[in-house]
């Protein structure tokens, strides 16, 4: 194992409540030892290091981001940082949901699949009679035709879907993923390459699970659900359990 390695996850002995802390950890840096192995795991030379500004994001894949000055050069870089907070070792947490007509304009959907997934979700009504329910279809009660085209579909779009659920797009995509577990007696927290969780994610079988939901590695694909019945119980999202990198 590399020094990188060993830095990678650590106890915390104050932990983390929210991404606030993580910007100020960051804007703290000269003083917080957790900021220094932070930025030595994403390969700074602390002593090269002029300044380190935090910022928090809202509403995109990155939650934070750190601008790290470097002495001499003067150069600033930019590393964006997805912040994902559990409680539960075995919890999951939602890393994107979107209605399937905003996930079409990313994926172009073919329509026949786009329809199966609607009546996936409790878009579209149920086509069969006795359905488990009456809202909403389960994966495993699609013919196995549909099945396979969904199946289909979701291998050979693999990579795109999990690198646009997990990482984003464009300038705010984010690079890297910090997972803090809060725990009785201490914080442990685990620091990632997006890449990494990409890959780490997204390994193993598209399937269809028991229950009766599409499952693409170790992520979770389901309708959303809940919501006291509201219309947005019928979007599109995607779940997996951050906790689980502790123990890759």
């Known amino acids: 194992m590399d020094e990188r390695q060993q830095l990678g996850s650590q106890t915390a002995r104050n932990g983390f409540r929210n991404e606030d802390d993580v910007v100020n950890k960051f804007n703290n840096w000269q003083n917080d030892a957790e900021a220094q192995i932070w930025l030595q795991i994403m390969q700074y030379d602390l002593n090269e290091i002029e300044n380190v500004t935090a910022v928090k994001i809202f509403r995109e894949k990155t939650d934070v981001q750190a601008q790290i000055t470097i002495k001499l050069r003067g150069v600033i870089d930019a590393q964006n940082m997805q912040v994902k907070l559990v409680s539960n070792p075995k919890g999951f947490n939602q890393i994107d949901k979107r209605w399937l007509d905003t996930y079409n304009i990313l994926w172009n959907i073919p329509n026949e699949v786009l329809g ?14 006795n359905p488990k329910d009456a809202r909403r279809m389960f994966a495993n009660e699609f013919t196995a035709k549909e099945q396979t085209l969904v199946l289909n579909w979701l291998v050979n779009n693999k990579t795109m879907i999990i690198s646009d659920i997990l990482k984003g797009r464009g300038r705010l995509a984010a690079e890297w993923m910090l997972v803090a577990q809060k725990q009785q007696a201490n914080s442990r927290w685990i620091l990632k390459p997006m890449n990494f969780c990409v890959n780490f994610f997204g390994n193993g079988e598209v399937l269809i699970t028991k229950q009766g939901n599409f499952k693409i590695g170790k992520i979770t694909m389901q309708r959303k659900g809940g919501d006291n019945g509201r219309h947005t119980a019928n979007m599109l999202q995607f779940k997996i359990n951050p906790a689980e990198l502790f123990d890759e």
């Open 116 to 129: 199966i997934l609607k009546r996936y979700t409790g878009e579209i009504l149920p086509n069969i009679e």
